[in-house]
Protein backbone atom coordinates (compact mmCIF):
# COMPACT_ATOMS: atom_id res chain seq x y z
CA UNK A 1 0.00 0.00 0.00
CA UNK A 2 2.55 2.34 1.26
CA UNK A 3 5.18 1.52 -2.09
CA UNK A 4 1.91 2.09 -4.39
CA UNK A 5 1.32 5.42 -3.10
CA UNK A 6 4.55 6.77 -3.28
CA UNK A 7 4.92 5.34 -6.90
CA UNK A 8 1.20 7.29 -7.40
CA UNK A 9 3.07 10.58 -6.19
CA UNK A 10 6.19 9.76 -8.06
CA UNK A 11 4.69 9.81 -11.18
CA UNK A 12 2.10 12.90 -10.56
CA UNK A 13 5.31 15.14 -9.72
CA UNK A 14 7.62 13.94 -13.09
CA UNK A 15 3.94 14.39 -15.25
CA UNK A 16 4.25 17.74 -13.31
CA UNK A 17 7.48 18.63 -14.10
CA UNK A 18 7.36 17.42 -17.67
CA UNK A 19 4.78 20.09 -18.63
CA UNK A 20 5.76 22.32 -16.81
CA UNK A 21 9.12 22.44 -18.71
CA UNK A 22 7.25 21.74 -21.55
CA UNK A 23 4.87 24.91 -21.05
CA UNK A 24 8.30 26.72 -20.59
CA UNK A 25 10.28 26.18 -23.53
CA UNK A 26 6.96 27.23 -25.31
CA UNK A 27 6.47 30.16 -23.79
CA UNK A 28 10.60 31.04 -23.92
CA UNK A 29 10.24 30.20 -28.06
CA UNK A 30 7.77 32.96 -28.41
CA UNK A 31 9.46 35.57 -27.18
CA UNK A 32 10.22 36.96 -30.47
CA UNK A 33 7.58 35.53 -32.05
CA UNK A 34 4.81 37.34 -33.60
CA UNK A 35 2.51 39.21 -32.57
CA UNK A 36 4.36 40.71 -29.75
CA UNK A 37 1.06 41.58 -27.24
CA UNK A 38 3.60 45.04 -26.37
CA UNK A 39 0.37 45.96 -24.92
CA UNK A 40 -0.43 43.45 -22.67
CA UNK A 41 3.63 43.06 -21.94
CA UNK A 42 3.79 47.00 -20.92
CA UNK A 43 0.81 45.86 -18.62
CA UNK A 44 2.12 43.44 -16.69
CA UNK A 45 5.08 45.13 -16.34
CA UNK A 46 3.18 47.83 -14.79
CA UNK A 47 1.42 45.69 -12.33
CA UNK A 48 4.22 42.93 -11.58
CA UNK A 49 7.75 45.28 -11.78
CA UNK A 50 6.51 49.09 -10.95
CA UNK A 51 3.55 47.67 -8.66
CA UNK A 52 6.70 45.63 -6.47
CA UNK A 53 8.53 48.85 -5.82
CA UNK A 54 7.68 49.42 -2.96
CA UNK A 55 7.75 46.27 -1.03
CA UNK A 56 11.04 45.49 -2.29
CA UNK A 57 12.52 49.11 -0.77
CA UNK A 58 11.27 47.98 2.53
CA UNK A 59 12.78 44.44 2.26
CA UNK A 60 16.21 45.89 1.01
CA UNK A 61 16.13 49.03 3.54
CA UNK A 62 14.97 46.96 6.56
CA UNK A 63 17.61 43.91 5.85
CA UNK A 64 20.47 46.40 5.09
CA UNK A 65 19.68 47.52 7.96
CA UNK A 66 19.82 44.54 10.70
CA UNK A 67 22.62 43.33 8.81
CA UNK A 68 24.74 46.30 9.39
CA UNK A 69 23.89 46.27 12.78
CA UNK A 70 24.49 42.43 13.82
CA UNK A 71 27.95 42.99 11.59
CA UNK A 72 29.15 45.64 13.78
CA UNK A 73 28.01 44.21 16.61
CA UNK A 74 30.30 41.18 16.12
CA UNK A 75 33.39 43.05 14.47
CA UNK A 76 33.53 46.08 17.02
CA UNK A 77 35.47 43.76 19.94
CA UNK A 78 38.10 42.90 17.28
CA UNK A 79 38.02 46.56 16.33
CA UNK A 80 37.54 45.52 12.32
CA UNK A 81 34.11 47.79 11.91
CA UNK A 82 35.53 49.25 9.02
CA UNK A 83 34.69 45.92 7.24
CA UNK A 84 31.01 46.35 7.57
CA UNK A 85 30.41 47.94 4.11
CA UNK A 86 31.85 45.37 2.69
CA UNK A 87 30.37 42.40 4.30
CA UNK A 88 26.46 43.74 4.00
CA UNK A 89 27.94 44.19 0.00
CA UNK A 90 28.93 40.71 -0.66
CA UNK A 91 25.97 39.49 1.43
CA UNK A 92 23.14 41.33 -0.06
CA UNK A 93 24.64 41.43 -3.54
CA UNK A 94 25.44 37.56 -3.75
CA UNK A 95 22.57 36.24 -1.82
CA UNK A 96 20.23 37.75 0.02
CA UNK A 97 19.25 40.44 -2.51
CA UNK A 98 18.41 37.84 -5.07
CA UNK A 99 16.62 35.66 -2.83
CA UNK A 100 14.48 38.05 -0.50
CA UNK A 101 13.50 40.35 -3.39
CA UNK A 102 12.27 37.32 -5.18
CA UNK A 103 10.49 35.84 -2.41
CA UNK A 104 8.62 38.76 -1.67
CA UNK A 105 8.18 39.24 -4.92
CA UNK A 106 6.75 35.48 -5.15
CA UNK A 107 4.34 36.56 -2.79
CA UNK A 108 2.81 39.01 -4.21
CA UNK A 109 2.97 38.76 -7.90
CA UNK A 110 2.97 34.73 -7.91
CA UNK A 111 -0.50 34.31 -6.42
CA UNK A 112 -1.58 37.60 -8.68
CA UNK A 113 -0.67 35.58 -12.18
CA UNK A 114 -2.49 32.21 -10.41
CA UNK A 115 -5.46 34.04 -9.44
CA UNK A 116 -5.96 36.08 -13.05
CA UNK A 117 -5.59 33.00 -15.09
CA UNK A 118 -7.18 30.52 -12.56
CA UNK A 119 -10.14 32.76 -12.75
CA UNK A 120 -10.21 33.04 -16.44
CA UNK A 121 -10.03 29.35 -16.31
CA UNK A 122 -12.71 28.66 -14.16
CA UNK A 123 -15.07 31.43 -16.34
CA UNK A 124 -14.26 29.22 -19.58
CA UNK A 125 -12.61 33.12 -20.44
CA UNK A 126 -9.45 30.60 -21.62
CA UNK A 127 -11.71 28.47 -23.71
CA UNK A 128 -13.54 31.18 -25.76
CA UNK A 129 -9.95 32.54 -26.62
CA UNK A 130 -8.91 29.17 -28.15
CA UNK A 131 -12.33 28.70 -30.10
CA UNK A 132 -10.65 31.89 -31.24
CA UNK A 133 -7.92 30.53 -32.47
CA UNK A 134 -5.68 32.77 -30.09
CA UNK A 135 -2.38 30.82 -29.37
CA UNK A 136 -2.92 31.09 -25.44
CA UNK A 137 0.63 31.05 -24.43
CA UNK A 138 1.75 33.70 -26.82
CA UNK A 139 -1.47 36.08 -25.23
CA UNK A 140 -1.49 34.89 -21.84
CA UNK A 141 1.82 33.29 -20.54
CA UNK A 142 4.72 35.15 -22.94
CA UNK A 143 3.78 38.35 -21.94
CA UNK A 144 3.75 37.52 -17.99
CA UNK A 145 7.71 36.25 -18.69
CA UNK A 146 8.99 38.73 -20.14
CA UNK A 147 7.75 41.30 -17.87
CA UNK A 148 9.16 39.29 -15.27
CA UNK A 149 12.68 38.76 -16.63
CA UNK A 150 12.60 42.03 -17.25
CA UNK A 151 11.42 43.41 -13.98
CA UNK A 152 12.82 41.25 -11.56
CA UNK A 153 16.43 42.17 -12.43
CA UNK A 154 15.54 45.31 -11.93
CA UNK A 155 13.76 45.12 -8.40
CA UNK A 156 16.74 43.27 -7.18
CA UNK A 157 19.49 45.85 -7.67
CA UNK A 158 16.95 48.35 -6.35
CA UNK A 159 17.04 45.95 -3.07
CA UNK A 160 20.64 46.04 -3.19
CA UNK A 161 21.31 49.93 -3.42
CA UNK A 162 18.43 50.57 -1.04
CA UNK A 163 20.21 47.93 1.52
CA UNK A 164 23.31 49.27 1.24
CA UNK A 165 21.97 52.96 2.07
CA UNK A 166 20.43 51.82 4.78
CA UNK A 167 23.53 49.80 6.02
CA UNK A 168 25.39 52.94 5.79
CA UNK A 169 22.73 54.26 8.30
CA UNK A 170 23.22 52.68 10.81
CA UNK A 171 27.19 52.16 10.16
CA UNK A 172 27.28 56.43 10.06
CA UNK A 173 25.69 55.96 14.26
CA UNK A 174 29.11 53.99 14.97
CA UNK A 175 31.53 56.37 13.70
CA UNK A 176 32.31 55.04 10.05
CA UNK A 177 32.05 57.78 7.78
CA UNK A 178 31.22 57.27 3.82
CA UNK A 179 34.61 56.68 2.82
CA UNK A 180 35.68 53.60 5.18
CA UNK A 181 32.05 52.35 4.48
CA UNK A 182 32.65 52.22 -0.04
CA UNK A 183 36.38 51.57 0.32
CA UNK A 184 35.03 47.71 1.79
CA UNK A 185 33.51 47.12 -1.38
CA UNK A 186 36.33 46.73 -3.51
CA UNK A 187 37.91 43.96 -0.45
CA UNK A 188 35.33 41.72 -0.32
CA UNK A 189 33.43 41.69 -4.02
CA UNK A 190 35.02 40.63 -7.17
CA UNK A 191 33.15 41.08 -11.07
CA UNK A 192 31.72 37.70 -10.49
CA UNK A 193 29.98 38.02 -7.54
CA UNK A 194 28.19 40.88 -10.10
CA UNK A 195 27.00 38.43 -12.65
CA UNK A 196 25.54 35.92 -9.79
CA UNK A 197 23.67 39.03 -8.29
CA UNK A 198 21.84 39.64 -11.83
CA UNK A 199 21.65 36.09 -13.13
CA UNK A 200 19.88 34.69 -9.96
CA UNK A 201 17.01 37.30 -10.31
CA UNK A 202 16.72 36.43 -14.21
CA UNK A 203 16.14 32.72 -12.96
CA UNK A 204 14.20 33.61 -10.01
CA UNK A 205 11.93 35.90 -12.08
CA UNK A 206 11.32 33.26 -14.84
CA UNK A 207 10.18 30.39 -12.04
CA UNK A 208 7.91 33.01 -10.58
CA UNK A 209 6.19 34.03 -13.75
CA UNK A 210 5.73 30.13 -15.24
CA UNK A 211 5.08 28.83 -11.64
CA UNK A 212 2.32 31.34 -11.66
CA UNK A 213 0.97 30.66 -15.30
CA UNK A 214 1.03 26.89 -15.00
CA UNK A 215 -0.76 26.77 -11.98
CA UNK A 216 -3.06 29.06 -13.21
CA UNK A 217 -3.88 27.57 -16.42
CA UNK A 218 -4.52 24.26 -14.32
CA UNK A 219 -7.24 25.80 -12.42
CA UNK A 220 -10.51 24.26 -12.07
CA UNK A 221 -13.18 23.99 -8.73
CA UNK A 222 -14.61 27.19 -9.13
CA UNK A 223 -13.84 30.05 -6.51
CA UNK A 224 -12.19 27.71 -3.75
CA UNK A 225 -9.64 26.07 -6.79
CA UNK A 226 -8.36 29.50 -7.50
CA UNK A 227 -7.76 30.13 -3.67
CA UNK A 228 -5.93 26.79 -3.61
CA UNK A 229 -4.25 27.03 -6.54
CA UNK A 230 -2.62 30.52 -5.61
CA UNK A 231 -1.32 29.12 -2.19
CA UNK A 232 0.46 26.41 -4.30
CA UNK A 233 1.95 28.56 -7.00
CA UNK A 234 3.60 30.59 -4.02
CA UNK A 235 4.96 27.76 -2.15
CA UNK A 236 6.43 26.24 -5.11
CA UNK A 237 7.54 29.37 -6.51
CA UNK A 238 9.27 29.90 -3.09
CA UNK A 239 10.97 25.93 -2.48
CA UNK A 240 11.75 26.78 -6.26
CA UNK A 241 13.59 30.11 -5.65
CA UNK A 242 15.45 28.36 -2.79
CA UNK A 243 16.80 25.49 -4.20
CA UNK A 244 17.94 27.13 -7.52
CA UNK A 245 20.05 29.36 -5.26
CA UNK A 246 21.73 26.32 -3.94
CA UNK A 247 22.64 25.28 -7.30
CA UNK A 248 23.55 28.70 -9.15
CA UNK A 249 25.97 29.15 -6.66
CA UNK A 250 27.52 25.98 -6.39
CA UNK A 251 27.74 26.35 -10.34
CA UNK A 252 29.52 29.84 -9.85
CA UNK A 253 31.90 28.46 -7.20
CA UNK A 254 33.01 26.29 -9.82
CA UNK A 255 34.05 29.04 -12.32
CA UNK A 256 36.05 30.72 -9.19
Known amino acids: MGI ?3 DRLLIRF ?25 RD ?11 SLFICFLTGLFTGMVMALQFIIQLKPFAATSYVGGM ?21 VGSAITAELGTMMVTEQVDAMRVEGTDIIQRLVTPRLKAMLLAMP ?15 IIAAGYGINPTMYLSAFTQ ?19 LIAMTGCYVGLGTGGGAEGV ?30
Open 188 to 206: FIVPLDYLEGLVKPLVFGG
Open 154 to 168: LLTILTDVVSLLGGY
Open 88 to 108: VAVTMIKELGPVLASLMVAGR
Open 41 to 51: FAIQFDKLGFG
Open 227 to 256: GSAAKKAVVASSIMILMCDFFIAKIIVVFR
Open 4 to 6: AII
Open 14 to 38: FADLQNFCTLSCRAAARIFRKPGYY
